[in-house]
C-alpha cells in the first residue's frame, strides 16, 4: 500500500505538471519533441531525440513481453492449459496443492521462453516459438500505425476502450472468488498483513516510506511509462492538435484516467492473489511460501503467480483469454505510440526529407529494425537482459530526461526577460547556486553509511537549501537593472518565467485577459478544471528536477557499490551502453545543433573542416522559412 500512495504522490506532483507540459509544447509548436524543445532553445533539440531514441529502445524489449502475452493468449485457448499441472511429471503424487500450480506455472515459463535459470547456465538457446509471436507483435504495430495519425486515432477506439471493459469483468468474476476481499483490503493498506515490495518490515512507518528510495525510483519509473513521459509520445500526439484544444482539461483526464484505471488493475489483480493466499493457506505443503505472494511483481506475477491462479479457477481457459488479451490490448496501444514517437521526429530530420521517405516506408523501416533489434531478447539470456534493459531505462534515462526537460523549461525558457530586468550576472549567480545545491545535497545523500542513524538524504537537502538560499540572498543584493524593489527583485530572479509563459499561452485561449501573478487571474486557473494553476510553475522550476537528480544520483551510488541484480559488469554493458547512447544524443546536438537538420555545408565555397565545425556549432534559427513551411503543413494535415 505504501508503494500505491507513493506512486499517486508521484502521479500527482510530477506526473500531472509533466504531462501538462508536454502536451503544451507539442500543441503550440505544432511538432515532436525534437521541435517542441528546439523552439525552447535550438541547442536543446538532443533532449527531444534522446527521449524518442529511449522509447524506441523500450519498444523492443517490451515487443518480446507482448510475445510473451500473445503465446499465453492462444494457449489459453487449448482445452488443458499448458500452464496448469496436466502431467505425471509435473505432479508426481496426483496431488493438487498450490506448490504443484505454481510449479507447472514456473516450469512451463521458464522451459518455454528462458531455458536458463541464471546466467551462469547459459546455453545459447534460441526461442523459436518467441520468435514467430515476436514477428506477430509488428506485423499488428504495423497494421496499426503504417497510415500514420489517421489510422491510428481509429485504433485506439478499440486498445483503449476493450481493456478497461475486460478489466472490469475481471474485477467482478475475481469478487466471487474465497479470499478476494482480503486481497483487496491488502492492496488497499486495510488489512493486518501490509507487504512492501522490497521492505522488509511488514508495517512500514510514514517515515520509512518517505526514506526508502526504492519504492519512489518505482514510482516514477510506473508513473512515466503508463502516461508515455520523457518519451515523445504524447508530444508527439498533440502535436496533431489543433492549437486552440483545451490541454489543460485533456491532461487532467489522462491523469485522472490513468489513475483510475490503476486502480480498477490493481483490484483485478489482488483479488486473484487473496484467492492464491487462500489456496496457499489450505494446501500448500511448503507454509512459508505464502508469505510473498502479495509482494509479487512484474514477470513474475504476470507469468507465473497470476497464470497459476487462473488454473486453479472457475473456467480458467475464459480467465487466461480474458487477462492476457486485456494485456495484448494494453500493450499494443503502448508499443505503437512509442513507435509513432519515434517516426514523427524521425519524419523532420533532413535525412528523411532528402530521401523522401513516404509513411509507410518509414514505418516499415523502423519497424524491421526494432524486430531485429528484439533478437537479442529471444535467447536464453533474455529474461536477465530485459531485466538490466528496463533497469537502466527507467532508473537512469528516463528520469535524466525528465530532469533535463524540466531545467529546460523552467531555467532556460524566458531567462532573457529575467537578465534584462535584474541582469544577467544575478540570474546566472542564482541559477549556479542552486544547481551546486542539489548536486551537493544528492552526493552528501548518496556518500552516507546505511547502517549509520543519521539518514544522510536529509541532511543533504537541509545543506543544498542553505546554499540556496545564500545564492538567492546573493543575487538580490548584486542585482543591477530596471527592477527596484525587494520583493520585486526575489520574482525576477527565483520566478518561474518560463512555466508562466507556458500558461499563458494555455489560459489566454480561454481567458483573452488572463495574466500570470494576478490575485483575481490566479484564483480563476486554480478552480477552473480547463486552466493550468500557479504549483505548476514551482513544480517544473523546483520540485521535479531536485526530486529527479536526487533519486539519479542514489540509483547511481547502489548500481557503483554492487552492479545491478548481482549481475556480472559485462551483462551491465548492454544497459550501460544505452545510457551513453541517450546522453551523447543530448549533448552531440547541444553542441553542433545543425546536425540534426543538415549536414550539407552553405558558408563559403571552399569550406575547411574547421569553418564546417564552426558552422554547425551555430544553431539554425528557429524561425526560419522552413520551420514555418513546416509547422504550417502540419497544422493542415492534422
Not at 499488428?140 to 476493450?162: D, N, P, Q
Not at 477552473?528 to 514551482?538: H, K, L
Request: hydrophobic content about 50%.
Amino acid at each position: 500500500s505504501s508503494g500505491i500512495n507513493a506512486e499517486y504522490g508521484v502521479l500527482l506532483l510530477i506526473g500531472l505538471p509533466m504531462m501538462t507540459l508536454e502536451l503544451t509544447l507539442g500543441q503550440k509548436f505544432q511538432g515532436g519533441d525534437v521541435d517542441a524543445f528546439g523552439s525552447i532553445n535550438p541547442r536543446f533539440r538532443g533532449i527531444g531525440v534522446a527521449s524518442v531514441l529511449s522509447s524506441f529502445i523500450a519498444s523492443t524489449n517490451y515487443t518480446v513481453i507482448l510475445s510473451w502475452a500473445a503465446i499465453y493468449f492462444f494457449e489459453s485457448m487449448i482445452p488443458s492449459l499448458p500452464y496448469s499441472i496436466h502431467s505425471t511429471e509435473d505432479n508426481p503424487n496426483g496431488t493438487y496443492t498450490y506448490d504443484r500450480y505454481i510449479y507447472g506455472a514456473r516450469v512451463h515459463f521458464n522451459s518455454t521462453h528462458f531455458g536458463a535459470k541464471s546466467l551462469d547456465s547459459i546455453h545459447g538457446n534460441f526461442n523459436w516459438k518467441s520468435f514467430g509471436a515476436l514477428l506477430f507483435i509488428w506485423l499488428l504495430i504495423y497494421a496499426c500505425i503504417f497510415k500514420g495519425i489517421r489510422i491510428v486515432s481509429h485504433v485506439v477506439k478499440v486498445t483503449a476502450t476493450v481493456p478497461v471493459i475486460i478489466m472490469i469483468i475481471l474485477a467482478i468474476m475475481g469478487s466471487f472468488q474465497e479470499g478476494a476481499t482480503n486481497g483487496i483490503l491488502v492492496y488497499l493498506g486495510m488489512a493486518e498483513e501490509k507487504i512492501v515490495v522490497g521492505m522488509e518490515s511488514s508495517a512500514p512507518s510514514t517515515w520509512s516510506v518517505l526514506s526508502n528510495k526504492d519504492i519512489w525510483i518505482r514510482a516514477i519509473g510506473q508513473v512515466f511509462f503508463s502516461l508515455g513521459l520523457c518519451m515523445g509520445c504524447v508530444t508527439a500526439y498533440s502535436s496533431f492538435n489543433p492549437k486552440n484544444q483545451n490541454i489543460s482539461r485533456d491532461g487532467k483526464i489522462i491523469c485522472i484516467s490513468d489513475f483510475v484505471a490503476s486502480l480498477l488493475a490493481g483490484v483485478s489483480v489482488y483479488e486473484m492473489l487473496g484467492y492464491v493466499r487462500r489456496i496457499c493457506d489450505e494446501t500448500a505443503e511448503d507454509k512459508s511460501l505464502c508469505k510473498s505472494i502479495y509482494s509479487k511483481g512484474g514477470f513474475e506475477l504476470a507469468f507465473v503467480t497470476y497464470p497459476a491462479g487462473i488454473a486453479m479457477s472457475y473456467a480458467p481457459n475464459l480467465w487466461g483469454i480474458l487477462f492476457f488479451g486485456c494485456l495484448l490490448f494494453l500493450g499494443i496501444d503502448s508499443a505503437f505510440s512509442m513507435i509513432i514517437a519515434f517516426t514523427t521526429v524521425i519524419e523532420d530530420a533532413w535525412f528523411a526529407k532528402r530521401w523522401k521517405l513516404n509513411k509507410p516506408v518509414l514505418m516499415a523501416i523502423v519497424c524491421i529494425v526494432g524486430f531485429l533489434l528484439g533478437f537479442i531478447y529471444l535467447f536464453d539470456t533474455g529474461y536477465f537482459l530485459m531485466d538490466i534493459a528496463d533497469h537502466y531505462l527507467s532508473d537512469w534515462c528516463l528520469m535524466l530526461i525528465g530532469f533535463v526537460q524540466a531545467v529546460a523549461c523552467g531555467w532556460v525558457y524566458q531567462a532573457p526577460y529575467q537578465a534584462k530586468r535584474v541582469g544577467r550576472f544575478s540570474v546566472l549567480l542564482y541559477d549556479m547556486c542552486f544547481f551546486v545545491a542539489i548536486t551537493l545535497g544528492v552526493i552528501i545523500a548518496v556518500s552516507g553509511n546505511e547502517d549509520s542513524d543519521v539518514d544522510v538524504i536529509w541532511v543533504g537537502v537541509f545543506i543544498g537549501m542553505f546554499v540556496w538560499i545564500f545564492g538567492l540572498v546573493a543575487a538580490v543584493l548584486l542585482s543591477k537593472g530596471r527592477v527596484n524593489g525587494i520583493r520585486e527583485k526575489i520574482w525576477c530572479i527565483a520566478g518561474w518565467h518560463g512555466p508562466d509563459m507556458i500558461r499563458r499561452m494555455v489560459n489566454k485561449e480561454y481567458e483573452p485577459e488572463w495574466e500570470p501573478g494576478h490575485a483575481r487571474d490566479e484564483m480563476k486557473a486554480m478552480l477552473r478544471f480547463d486552466m493550468i494553476s500557479a504549483p505548476f510553475g514551482f513544480l517544473i522550476k523546483y520540485i521535479i528536477p531536485g526530486v529527479l537528480l536526487l533519486l539519479v544520483g542514489l540509483a547511481l551510488s547502489k548500481d557503483l557499490k554492487e552492479p545491478y541484480n548481482g549481475y556480472a559488469m559485462e551483462w551491465n554493458l548492454l544497459g550501460i551502453l544505452i545510457v551513453v547512447s541517450v546522453l551523447s544524443c543530448m549533448l552531440i546536438l547541444f553542441l553542433f545543433p545543425r546536425l540534426w537538420y543538415d549536414i550539407k555545408y552553405s558558408g563559403d565555397s571552399n569550406p575547411t573542416f574547421s569553418s564546417w565545425l564552426k558552422w554547425v556549432f551555430i544553431p539554425k534559427s528557429v524561425n526560419s522559412v522552413e520551420d514555418v513551411k513546416l509547422a504550417r503543413k502540419r497544422s493542415v494535415a492534422a
